[in-house]
């Protein structure tokens, strides 16, 4: 059984910090290009970063130079350091893992961890 489970969302005031985690169990981890994605109120889900086992990572432009992802394979784990938060990146965030490979057509979303910019 697949599970992506994230953590370390919450409320923080702009200009703040939060460091997400997602856990990943039942698959594979090196096999996975691993992503993080948010959807607002209203919005559609939209890509904040992702990173392959190779470490290629490609961020919105949105969140360049404040936010870093990362992943530890030995692990199976992936974080996303946030930084200098604003309003905007209010949003719930979701854990991606999409297969390679063979495994292309293997796509798994996690339940995702509410983060919330407001003072």
């Known amino acids: 059984q697949v599970q992506l489970v994230e953590s370390g969302g919450g409320l923080v005031e702009p200009g703040g910090y939060l460091r997400l985690s997602c856990a990943a169990s039942?698959?594979?981890?090196?096999?996975?290009?691993m992503g993080w994605y948010r959807q607002a109120p209203g919005k559609e889900r939209e890509l904040v970063a992702g990173i392959s086992s190779g470490g290629a990572i490609n961020y919105a432009e949105s969140v360049k130079g404040r936010f870093t992802i990362s992943r530890d394979d030995a692990k199976n784990t992936m974080y996303l350091q946030m930084n200098s938060l604003k309003p905007e990146d209010t949003a719930v965030y979701y854990c991606?893992?999409?297969?390679?490979?063979?495994?292309?057509?293997?796509?798994?979303w996690g339940q995702g961890t509410q983060v919330t910019v407001s003072s």
């Open positions: 039942g698959i594979t981890f090196s096999r996975y290009v």
């Open positions: 991606n893992a999409r297969g390679i490979g063979a495994l292309t057509r293997y796509i798994y």
